[in-house]
């Protein structure tokens, strides 16, 4: 694809650093995209067409790698709600020069408008720690793409059945093919259950991943995993959040999902952290909302293992202005690598 970019001085009158800078621009090519602004695009995925939205930073050029993060909505969401309205990190993509990419979850059924991912975990009833819900427990949605016995099982999340697994690895491997990225710096977040599906297929993608950043939401009871490679973490958590918990006991749904405090000693332990308990980890955020952080610190990987925690309900953490979860995200990811 040829993609020709007129500015000012483009019809007779450019210098020759309009020129060359016109040049620069013509031969670096944006497959769809457009730089500073968003592109729905698609791609298939074992015969199934899935799209997803990028945005490349304003000034993306192909002779600098630029990190990567992925963003994936809660239930019922899309990938510019995850960008524009839950997370509001559009303009700062340009500012720290990410390329963003916000993957679309599959529809229950066709024009349904009700979408989800598969974070694996919640497949199953039982796991390593019992239950996966309490006897009473909400019964959510069924998707076409699930076999009809997901009906009648006990603990009815309802989230996709889809190989999101598989649909993130694809689509990473295509945007490293296409764009210039930093493969040191590809970085997997989410909120509600784009958290728990991020956190769930973690190991999956560990040979990708510089860091997985949950957002509100936790793996399945007894289905956290901890990346045996370097994979930092970043979760979140509020103290008033009813929906996700993060303490391990049946949320307002009746579903369980493993605790802050396991899903981080599981990622220690796998990351060969010291055995000495947490220890503070200073953020741009603390102090508003009561936002705080702590670390399982001196891993044998070197990889950061971070909790945070705020006075909050199940949404994204602000203080009136201030966006203080997405700015202790982004300082966390610009001293993070692979």
């Not at 076999?147 to 059945?161: A, D, F, I, L, V």
């Not at 599981?266 to 909302?289: F, I, L």
């Amino acid at each position: 694809m040829l993609i020709v970019l007129f500015g000012a001085g483009a019809f007779g009158d450019s210098t020759s650093d309009d020129q060359a800078n016109l040049a620069d621009k013509v031969s670096c090519p944006l497959f769809g995209a457009a730089t500073g602004l968003d592109a729905t695009l698609t791609i298939q995925i074992q015969n199934v067409q899935r799209s997803y939205v990028l945005h490349l930073p304003e000034d993306y050029n192909c002779e600098s790698k630029h990190p990567l993060v992925i963003g994936l909505h809660g239930y019922t969401g899309s990938g510019s709600d995850f960008q524009h309205k839950t997370t509001g990190m559009f303009a700062s993509i340009n500012r720290y020069r990410y390329i963003g990419v916000f993957p679309n979850g599959t529809e229950s059924a066709p024009g349904s408008g009700l979408t989800s991912f598969n974070d694996l975990g919640s497949r199953f009833d039982n796991g390593p720690l019992g239950p996966t819900c309490a006897p009473e427990s909400y019964s959510y949605d069924d998707f076409e793409n699930c076999p009809k016995t997901e009906q009648t099982r006990q603990c009815h999340w309802g989230t996709s059945c889809a190989d999101d697994l598989l649909f993130l690895r694809r689509l990473t491997d295509h945007l490293q093919a296409h764009y210039s990225i930093d493969a040191a710096r590809i970085f997997l977040m989410g909120f509600s259950q784009g958290a728990q599906t991020a956190a769930g297929i973690a190991c999956g993608l560990q040979d990708k991943l510089a860091a997985v950043i949950p957002v509100h939401g936790f793996p399945t009871s007894g289905y956290a995993c901890g990346p045996e490679s370097k994979v930092s973490l970043l979760q979140i958590v509020g103290h008033q959040d009813q929906v996700v918990n993060g303490l391990g006991q049946a949320s307002a749904d009746g579903m369980i999902y493993d605790s802050a405090a396991t899903t981080a000693s599981v990622w220690a332990k796998a990351q060969h952290c010291a055995k000495n308990g947490n220890t503070p980890y200073p953020t741009v955020s603390d102090g508003y909302q009561g936002w705080q952080c702590s670390e399982h610190a001196n891993c044998a990987s070197a990889a950061s293992i971070v909790t945070c925690s705020w006075q909050g309900g199940h949404v994204w953490a602000k203080q009136g202005a201030r966006n203080i979860g997405l700015e202790a995200i982004w300082e966390f990811m610009g001293n993070t690598s692979k």
